[in-house]
């Protein structure tokens, strides 16, 4: 028998909009468009390559509540896809409502019965069949805390001790399912959605929902599996790389970038050829929006415009439709000096632009001829503001936040 073709996806987050416009022809943000673009490169590959399966390991938009044109645009690739390869929609942390009784973004395909849609909305497994044969499939949704301790004699215990009952429930869930799948001359795969320990975190800390329990690795890296499907973290990685006799444990990563801390990862899929007892697998980089940051120190230049252009020019070909940002170090008689129309037009070709000024001076300059001790603490935070080259509404806004905190700690 031939081995199945798996095409496995995850954390898509469609409506991230940060360093985005608005497109005028769609109405909707080029950030979103970016986002759809890459689900689009997962569907196109998995129909050119034949895939026989495909997971979709959770988190498919940034918020609870999607926008309607955000579900039509993910439903209408879902469906290309479906009409042709079995598909699991596995429930992330981003698809779930804050209470039980809501539904999540992904309940309308259960509902409807949508034909070769499996979601994923609680732990269980079933034998699919597809082109070339069976393969069992067995999947764990994000443990939500609200949704798995229900029962009664959960109530009154510490935050801790339901971290550890659900850390428990949640290994317990996966046993059974790999003692279920123990039994199975098929193929056998299991796709989850939550944190395993010792995996290397991106940046979706910066984006994540609720708290986070993490499984033992030795739960998922079971010999029963022939791949382990996962999804919440974006960092794609491999957990039992190096390791004989384990099934391959792997995050495909997220499918677009979600801000600079993902700058070097690459970002994209993975494309495995799964028969029992052996698999093959590969990473497909796709072509995700880059992100690219230039430093420039211009403190000992008279001045500053020419250097910056000059590091720009270094890089027009790498930052042409890129994601960009310019640190600029320097003193704070120099920002005064510097021609910020010039730097955005030397980098018009980038699809979006920050210029960041680090300020650098001696804090008797910042100060002025006040010394530290004369200054209350709000007058203190004003000139740390004004010399980071803060914004004069948000320095507002934070001395006012900085007022409210220091009036309640004084109230106590």
């Known amino acids: ?6 095409v496995h996806f995850a954390d898509l987050h469609v409506g991230m909009e940060n360093y985005g416009r608005l497109d005028p022809a769609t109405g909707t943000s080029s950030r979103t468009r970016d986002f759809l673009d890459r689900l689009d490169e997962v569907v196109d590959y998995a129909l050119d390559h034949k895939a026989d399966l495909a997971i979709f ?4 938009f940034k918020t609870r509540d999607p926008e309607p044109t955000q579900q039509r645009e993910f439903a ?13 929609l596995l429930v992330g942390n981003h698809d779930l409502p804050g209470t039980v009784s809501k539904a999540t973004s992904l309940d309308i395909y259960h509902v409807l019965d949508i034909p070769n849609v499996i979601v994923g909305y609680k732990p269980d497994s079933q034998l699919v069949q ?6 069992y499939l067995a999947w764990m949704p994000y443990p939500a805390r609200n949704r798995l301790l229900l029962d009664e004699e959960y109530k009154g215990k510490s935050l801790p001790e339901l971290e550890q009952i659900l850390r428990d429930k949640v290994a317990q869930y996966i046993r059974e399912l790999s003692e279920q799948a123990a039994k199975q001359d098929a193929p056998r795969i299991f796709a989850g959605h939550f944190t395993v320990s010792g995996a290397a975190f991106g940046s979706e800390r910066t984006v994540m929902l609720g708290s986070d329990v993490a499984v033992m690795k030795s739960v998922v890296a079971e010999t029963a599996w022939d791949y382990v499907a996962l999804g919440h973290i974006h960092k ?24 600079f801390g993902e700058e070097s990862e690459p970002k994209g899929f993975c494309f495995a050829e799964i028969s029992r007892g052996k698999t093959e697998w590969k990473f497909v980089p796709d072509r995700a929006r880059p992100f690219h940051t230039i430093r420039v120190d211009v403190k000992t230049e008279d001045q500053p415009t020419p250097a910056v252009l000059d590091a720009i020019a270094l890089r027009k070909a790498e930052i042409r439709d890129a994601v960009v940002r310019i640190i600029i170090s320097m003193s704070g008689e120099q920002s005064a000096l510097l021609d910020e129309r010039a730097v955005q037009k030397a980098a018009e ?3 979006h632009l920050d210029v960041q000024l680090e300020i650098r001076q001696e804090v008797r300059t910042r100060l002025g001829t006040d010394s530290a001790e004369s200054l209350t603490p709000l007058e203190l935070l004003d000139r740390y503001f ?4 803060v914004e004069e509404n948000r320095i507002a806004e934070l001395l006012q936040a900085a007022e409210e905190i220091i009036q309640e700690d004084d109230g106590q």
Request: aromatic residues 2%; glycine residues 8%; hydrophobic residues 40%.
């Open 76 to 88: 209408r690739r879902i469906k290309k896809l479906a009409d042709k390869i079995p598909t699991l």
């Open 57 to 60: 390991a959770g988190d498919a």
């Open 386 to 389: 004004r010399a980071k080259a």
């Open 236 to 259: 794609h990685q491999n957990l039992t790389a190096g390791e004989t006799g384990l099934p391959p444990v792997v995050y495909a990563g997220s499918l677009e970038r979600i801000d």
């Open 1 to 6: 028998m031939p081995p199945i073709r798996l």
């Open 349 to 351: 070709s980038a699809s």
């Open 130 to 135: 597809t082109a070339h044969g069976p393969v």
